[in-house]
């Protein structure tokens, strides 16, 4: 059976601005912000039989639309390899005291791109959705010190890519005062 | 405001839901949060509706395409090995074991300003028959597969490293014989032998202690975790020391 298109159409109006804003918050791009949003709904009309079972619109199509956005980090990070060395091998080690709030978006995209998919998970409810521990552990389906667990080793990840900004910044500060570019 | 929500406000998807008009804001939860979120909306609208183009695309998405999306979170692996060495009866819960576990997480954690969880690491390969491959998170493992640890000391000097089975039996699997802690060279290693897997149903899980910590402690300490909560608390134990690391393995 395939969606009328009246429940479509109201569908479309009643839950596409919400998944856009969190598309655009996952992705950081609008264009594709705009992309994750019709691809969602493409999925909804293929997969409506899937769909007329849940009781919430909103579970499925969030369900489906994480989906695809991770699949879009992973491949903007793939593509990115192809012309970057691996950066991570080379990182120091502990050089920045972590602090949650210091860790932006765009870092926490880039980082996303390499985890496994039960952290990636974990980090797009607790740092996109902005759930709690304990809805996020709700959500994908394991305890909260399990999902403490995860969380700490990502932001030990996340810290050591902001001590290599650190360096990386100190030694192009220290290039440019070398070269007499400073005042 | 706090990056993470410590439930102070309500969350994105609680603020969607109520936006979409699936729940109502209950007594006490921020409507200026709410106004704020429906105006973040507003201001980057979705791209208009186009029913043909979505259903022209629906048409032509494979089947691959749609398992991917509706894909639920992998969970993390459980497993069965069973042990080449030598078998610990888990008789010892009891108050000799509440003693031990209460020495092990009352000692101090490892020298300060070396903070072991997070460089000294567990890891393992598989060998399948004529293959080798190396094991992650999500491997899954089988009968008959031979595993071998490795670990990084990430500046510790010693190694134990113990497991449960789902019958509760722990297995010291390192030091081979004896309690004392194995002592270990810096850097990423193999350790030496192997384990088989053998058909036996349920979840082992692995756990390596980096500070010194005799090995019939450990033994001990597992075994009162897993007659307190099973395997959870056991994979918990890694949240309550620093240097303390587990592992579990998927077996199919």
Partial sequence: MSIPDAELSELYVRYAPVLHARARSILGNDAEAGDAVQETFVRLVRGYEAFRGESSPLTWLYQVNTNWCLNQLRNRKGHQKK?????????????VEPEV?????????????????????IVVHLFFDEMTREETAVAVGISVPT??????AFLRRARRGMGLAVVASAVVWLCWTAFGGAP | MNRLNDGSRPSRVRLARVLTGEERLKPGESEAALEAFAAEVAAAPPPAFDLADLRVRATALSEAEMQAALARPTPRPEGVIVPLFRRVAPGLVSALAIAAAAL????PPASEGVRIKGEAHLGFDVSRGSQ?????????VQAGDRIRFHYGSGGAETLVI????????????????GDAPVGIEPG??????????????????????????????????????????????????DELRHDVAVLVLEKR
């Fill in chain 1, 101 to 121: 709030d210091r860790i932006d978006d765009a870092r926490i995209r880039a980082l996303l791109a390499e985890e496994d998919d039960e952290t990636q998970r």
């Fill in chain 1, 83 to 95: 012309h970057e060395d691996r950066r991570a091998d080379v990182q120091p080690r502990e050089s």
């Fill in chain 2, 104 to 107: 092990f997480f009352l000692r």
């Fill in chain 2, 162 to 177: 113990v497991g449960v089975d789902a019958t509760g039996t722990v297995q010291t699997y390192w030091p081979d014989e």
């Fill in chain 1, 147 to 152: 999902l403490r667990k995860r969380l700490d």
């Fill in chain 2, 188 to 237: 990423d290693h193999v350790l030496a032998g192997s384990v088989q897997l053998d058909d036996a149903p349920g979840p082992e899980v692995f756990v390596a202690v980096f500070d010194g910590t005799p090995a019939d402690v450990v033994a001990d300490v597992v075994a009162a975790a897993w007659s307190e909560g099973g395997v959870e608390a056991v994979v918990e134990l």
């Fill in chain 2, 132 to 140: 080798a491959f190396p094991g992650a998170p999500d491997t899954v």
